[in-house]
C-alpha cells in the first residue's frame, strides 16, 4: 500500500467526504422525500380539522396535561401545535420513518450490490457503519424538525401567536416558548437514537433492503402494543418508547427532569447494545454482495 493511500485512509477529510456522499445520497432518494413530505403534511392536517372544529366558537376537548392535552391550547396559541404534531407523529410516523432509513442502511447497499464496491474504497467497516449511523441521526434531526417547522408554520398562519400557559399553569413568554419548542424538538430526535440503533442492527442481518424495512417497522409497531398491556407493566419501562412522551414535562414550570433523565438513558443503553451488536455483525459479515 502507497503512503498516500495510508494517509487516505485515516484522513478525516475523507471520512467528512464519506458522510457528506451519504447524506445526498439520502436526502436525494425520492422514498426519503416521500417520508418527510408525509410528516410535514401531519401538522397541517391537525391544524385544519382543529380550526374546523372550532370555527362554530366550540373547542376540543382537554386531556390530563399530557402531549395530546397540547391540542386545546392550539386555538389559544398556535406555538401548541409544534407540540401536539411532535406528540401526534412521535408514536408512529417519526420512528417508522427511522426505521425505513435505518433498516436500508446497510442491507439497501448489499442488495443493490454497491456494498462492496464502499468496501473497497478505503472505508473500512467500522467507519462505514458509523457514517451510516450518522447519517440516520441525522434524518433523525431533520424529520423533527420538519415536522416542528411545519406546525409552527401552520400554527402561526391559522392561530394567534403571543405569551403562552404552562402546563403548571404559569405565564412565559412567546421567546421562552419558541426556545422550548427546538428543546423539546432536540429531546424528540434524540429518543430515536435507540429506534436507529435497533434499525442499522436488523440491517446488518439481511441483504435484502425491504426485509429489513419490515422488520423494524414491525418491531416498532410490536414495541408499542406491548408497551400497552398493563400485565407487561414490570417490563414496561425498559422499553424505548415508554418514555417517549415526557417531552410534555418540558412545558412545567419547573421542568419535571426525572423521566427526560430516563428516557435519554434509555436511548443510550439501546444505542449501545444494538449499536455494539451491529458492528460485531458486520465486521465479522461476509460480504457477498
Known amino acids: 500500500m502507497s503512503q498516500a493511500e495510508v494517509l487516505r485512509r485515516v484522513s478525516p477529510l475523507w471520512t467528512f467526504g464519506l458522510l457528506r456522499s451519504e447524506l445526498v445520497t439520502t436526502f436525494r432518494r425520492w422514498r426519503t422525500l416521500a417520508l418527510l413530505g408525509v410528516l410535514a403534511a401531519v401538522p397541517i392536517l391537525v391544524g385544519i380539522a382543529v380550526k374546523l372544529e372550532t370555527q362554530d366558537g366550540s373547542g376540543p376537548g382537554r386531556g390530563d396535561g399530557g402531549g395530546p392535552a397540547f391540542i386545546a391550547q392550539i386555538t389559544n396559541n398556535g406555538l401548541f401545535l409544534v407540540f401536539t404534531a411532535l406528540a401526534a407523529t412521535l408514536p408512529f410516523f417519526l420512528p417508522m420513518a427511522i426505521g425505513v432509513v435505518a433498516g436500508d442502511a446497510i442491507a439497501g447497499e448489499a442488495s443493490s450490490g454497491t456494498l462492496r464496491y464502499l468496501l473497497v474504497a478505503p472505508a473500512?467497516?467500522?467507519?462505514l457503519l458509523l457514517t451510516k449511523y450518522a447519517t440516520v441521526m441525522t434524518f433523525c434531526l431533520v424529520a423533527t424538525l420538519v415536522v416542528a417547522l411545519s406546525a409552527l408554520t401552520v400554527g402561526a398562519l391559522l392561530f394567534p401567536l403571543g405569551d403562552?400557559?404552562?402546563?403548571s399553569g404559569t405565564q412565559i413568554s412567546f421567546a421562552d416558548g419558541l426556545g422550548r419548542a427546538l428543546l423539546i424538538a432536540l429531546v424528540v430526535a434524540a429518543s430515536l437514537i435507540g429506534v436507529a440503533a435497533l434499525g442499522l442492527f436488523v440491517s446488518t442481518m439481511t441483504s435484502s433492503g425491504i426485509a429489513a424495512m419490515a422488520?423494524?417497522?414491525g418491531l416498532l409497531i410490536t414495541v408499542q402494543i406491548l408497551d400497552q398491556i398493563p400485565q407487561l407493566h414490570a417490563l414496561q419501562p425498559y422499553f424505548f418508547s415508554h418514555y417517549w412522551l415526557s417531552f410534555a414535562d418540558l412545558m412545567r414550570d419547573p421542568v419535571y427532569w426525572d423521566d427526560l433523565v430516563k428516557n435519554l438513558g434509555l436511548q443510550v443503553l439501546y444505542a449501545a447494545v444494538f449499536g455494539s451488536a451491529a458492528w460485531a455483525r458486520f465486521t465479522?459479515?461476509?460480504?457477498t454482495a
Open 284 to 287: 465479522a459479515k461476509d460480504i
Open 124 to 127: 473500512g467497516r467500522t467507519r
Open 215 to 217: 422488520t423494524t417497522v
Open 164 to 167: 403562552l400557559t404552562t402546563i
